[in-house]
Structure formats: structure tokens, C-alpha cells
């Protein structure tokens, strides 16, 4: 890298990492490998060293504008800074300088723990064998059936249990009493019963022989009177004898004429 960032303080420059990493970078790898990060405070932490001004080392970003840049709720982004910036806390990576509610916060990295954190990373990534590890307790805890107790050459418990009926079986219960309900007709005899009457509206008087005579004439029969066309006197007798019929029909009493003045 050609600029080398400075410290935070702004009065002198950091030199790189044993010739690999310096400034920005290296304190993001601190932060990427440090143990004890929680992953919101892993982000608001990278988030301040983002800010911070390579030539001057001014770093003073807002809790809002951390807020947005990481994408976390206001509430976490201040208890992120707490952690961070907390004094009673040896091993924390940021001074706040300004400290204190409506002032403008400075943060200060502490270079002295980044490279702390990246070389005792390196140191161990450096190592040409692995130690072996440490295998845990050596007794191993097996659970056992309910009837562990019992050894090998115990018989099995055997339990009488108390012979029950089975609910479930025919006639274990009686049937349960069905309510009384409405008998329901066939479903053809509501259709009938509920089909709209058929044929005329009034029932037709019964035609005596005699009459038909009257209409006819007594002296061709039936058949050939079907064949034959009517003459003008059969015309008249039957028009005569149907206008007799009629009146035979009507009812005894005063008549209205249909679309005449209302009955008073």
C-alpha cells in the first residue's frame, strides 16, 4: 500500500503489520476474527472503522448514520457503541473521546488491541504441526432402559393387569337411544302430492246418447257422419242444440256483463 493510514489521533502513522496489513484492513481482520463479538456489534464496529479518515483520522460518525449503514434499529446500534466503548472494558477496540448525551461522539481505535488479536491469530496459523487436543471425560454416560436394575440373569417383572371390557367392541355399550323424529313421505308421493293439477279447469258435464243423436242424427252412423261432409240443416240442428246446452249450463240468477259496472 503506497498512503499508510494514521492513527485515529491523526499525529503519527501506523506502519504495516509485519509487512502485510496496516490501517483500515488490519483492523478489519481484528474484527473479523476477534471472539466475544456479538454479530450486530461485529457490524457497528466495522461500520465506525469504515468512517474513519485515512489522512486525518478523524472518526465521528452519528448514531443515526451508523443506524443506517448497518441496517440495525437505533436502540441496537447504542447498545453495540456501549460494548464497544465501554471503559471498564479491558479488551475493547474504540475510545470515545467525546463522550456524553447531545455531544458529537469521536471514536478512537485502540491499535494496541487489533494487533493484539491478529497475532495471536497468526501465531497460532503459524504453528507446523497441530497439538493434539484434549479429548473429553473418557466415561460416557449411556442411558438404560426403565429395567436396568435387573441383571442379566433376572427373570422378567410380569404385571397382572386387571381384565377390562373393551369399549370399543360390539355390544360393550349400549346403543344409544334414537330421538323421535317426523315420518318423512316418499319422495314420489310429495312429487305427487305437490304436482300441479293436470287437465281442464272445471270438470266437463257427462253427454247423454240422446244428445249425441241430437248432434249427429239418429239416421247415419257414427263413422259415416266422419267420412261425410255436414249439410247445412245438420249444421243448424247442431248449432241449435249446443246453443240449448249452453243455456241448460248456465246459473240460475242475474247476470253480469263481462267489463260492465261493479256489483254494487
Not at 145 to 174: I, Y
Not at 210 to 218: K, N, R, T
Amino acid at each position: 500500500m503506497s498512503n499508510v493510514d494514521k492513527q485515529t489521533s491523526g499525529t503519527a502513522s501506523r506502519k504495516k503489520h509485519d509487512g502485510k496489513l496496516a490501517g483500515k484492513s488490519l483492523a478489519f481482520k481484528a474484527l473479523l476474527i476477534a471472539t466475544g463479538l456479538s454479530s450486530s456489534e461485529r457490524r457497528v464496529a466495522a461500520a465506525i472503522v469504515d468512517h474513519m479518515n485515512s489522512r486525518t483520522g478523524r472518526c465521528d460518525p452519528g448514531m443515526r448514520r451508523l443506524a443506517f449503514d448497518t441496517g440495525h434499529q437505533l436502540s441496537t446500534v447504542q447498545q453495540a457503541v456501549s460494548k464497544l466503548t465501554n471503559p471498564n472494558d479491558p479488551g475493547r477496540f474504540f475510545d470515545n473521546v467525546n463522550p456524553g448525551r447531545g455531544k458529537t461522539p469521536f471514536y478512537k481505535i485502540r491499535w494496541d488491541k487489533v494487533e493484539a488479536v491478529v497475532d495471536q491469530f497468526e501465531a497460532r496459523t503459524r504453528l507446523p504441526t497441530v497439538p493434539e487436543l484434549q479429548n473429553g471425560p473418557s466415561k460416557v454416560t449411556v442411558l438404560q432402559p426403565p429395567n436396568s436394575d435387573c441383571s442379566a440373569g433376572d427373570r422378567p417383572t410380569v404385571r397382572d393387569l386387571q381384565n377390562k371390557t373393551n369399549l370399543r367392541t360390539k355390544g360393550a355399550r349400549p346403543a344409544a337411544p334414537q330421538a323421535a323424529g317426523p315420518v318423512r313421505a316418499p319422495l314420489k308421493e310429495a312429487a305427487e302430492k305437490n304436482a300441479p293439477p293436470t287437465g281442464p279447469p272445471f270438470p266437463l258435464p257427462s253427454v247423454s246418447e240422446e244428445a249425441v243423436e241430437v248432434l249427429l242424427g239418429p239416421e247415419l252412423p257414427h263413422t259415416a257422419m266422419a267420412k261425410q261432409e255436414p249439410s247445412e240443416a245438420s249444421r243448424a240442428r247442431v248449432s241449435a242444440a249446443y246453443d240449448k246446452f249452453l243455456q241448460a249450463q248456465q246459473p240460475v240468477g242475474p247476470t253480469w256483463p263481462r267489463g260492465g259496472p261493479k256489483r254494487p
